[in-house]
Nanobody, 120 residues
């Protein structure tokens, strides 16, 4: 019932830009919040950025100043503008809604993610 569909990833050179999109169904971001995560090969999934129910954005230190999260509540769509991309940004990027977490703190639903590859 709850689904997330991420898109916009691709191959880009260092210093380049990409804009990711995430469309949610079954929940609304302005009720359950919104967040971006990423997972690189061999690494744990990590939090990248988020926008609270009230619209306050926050970022991981590793992307602060380079990434900008935004949300279109009317379209229930989350965005991540990624500028000055670095090879270490290479990962599969996922979105989710924090207030949908189970009591154990884990998410029930994940989308397929979108691959971002930063390479020269």
């Amino acid at each position: 019932q709850v689904q997330f569909v991420e898109s916009g990833g691709g191959l880009v050179q260092p210093g380049g830009s990409l804009r990711l999109s995430c469309v949610a169904s079954g929940i609304t971001f302005n009720v359950y919040g919104s967040a971006w995560y990423r997972q690189a090969p061999g690494k744990q999934r990590e939090w990248v950025a988020g926008i609270t129910v009230g619209g306050t954005a926050a970022y991981a230190e590793s992307v602060k100043g380079r990434f900008t999260a935004s949300r279109d509540n009317a379209k229930n769509t989350l965005f991540l503008q990624m500028d000055n991309l670095k090879p270490e940004d290479t990962a599969v990027y996922y979105c989710n809604a924090p207030l949908t977490k189970k009591k154990n703190g884990q998410y029930t639903y994940w989308g397929q993610g979108t691959q971002v590859t930063v390479s020269s």
